[in-house]
């Protein structure tokens, strides 16, 4: 009988063999730590009494994402440079670039602020979807980040409804300051 090797199981194989997607680590940080601070701004920027102003507050949403993706991937070009020789390299302007993902998930709150901007809403009814939007989003990244490292749908939801609680505790939050 010949010597056979049990065939090395593919990593991104699923029970049974067939292929899942693994959505990059990068974009799963980026994307959540996105959605989470485009909630934050929103939340902050929703103050009750004053005049409306949604058009600024979609600015304001972008800019912070645009300077917190900025922040982050420079903050990684310092802890490269510290660890090495200190040349700037194209790696580390990609490392810079790879943060897309945060500023990409602040695109659908800053859209329903535009909306608000159009008349199609009122401010606070854009700032209540985006926030809920983004608590949905935070659930959907959760479970298939978890579903993408096999877990089963029980804990994968588990995992989806710890994210979202992040979402929920800035409505929260949101509800008790204004």
């Not at 199609?120 to 993408?148: I, K």
């Amino acid at each position: 009988m010949p010597d056979r090797a049990d065939p090395v199981p593919h990593e991104d194989l699923a029970p049974g063999g067939i292929l899942r997607y693994q959505p990059p680590k990068q974009w799963l940080f980026s994307g959540i730590y996105g959605l989470v601070l485009a909630s934050a701004v929103v939340a902050a920027l929703d103050a009750t009494g004053e005049k409306a102003e949604p058009g600024p507050d979609a600015l304001w949403v972008l800019l912070t994402a645009l300077a917190s993706s900025a922040a982050h991937g420079y903050a990684h070009v310092i802890a490269q440079r510290a660890s090495v020789d200190g040349a700037a390299t194209t790696t580390r302007l990609r490392s810079v670039l790879a943060e897309w993902p945060l500023v990409a998930a602040v695109l659908p709150t800053v859209g329903m602020l535009l909306a608000a901007v159009a008349g199609w809403w009122a401010e606070a009814t854009a700032v209540d979807a985006a926030l809920l939007f983004n608590s949905v989003a935070l659930f959907s990244l959760g479970t298939s980040a978890a579903r993408a490292a096999g877990q089963g749908w029980p804990s994968s939801c588990r995992a989806g409804g710890l994210d979202m609680l992040i979402g929920l505790v800035i409505i929260v939050a949101n509800a008790l300051i204004h």
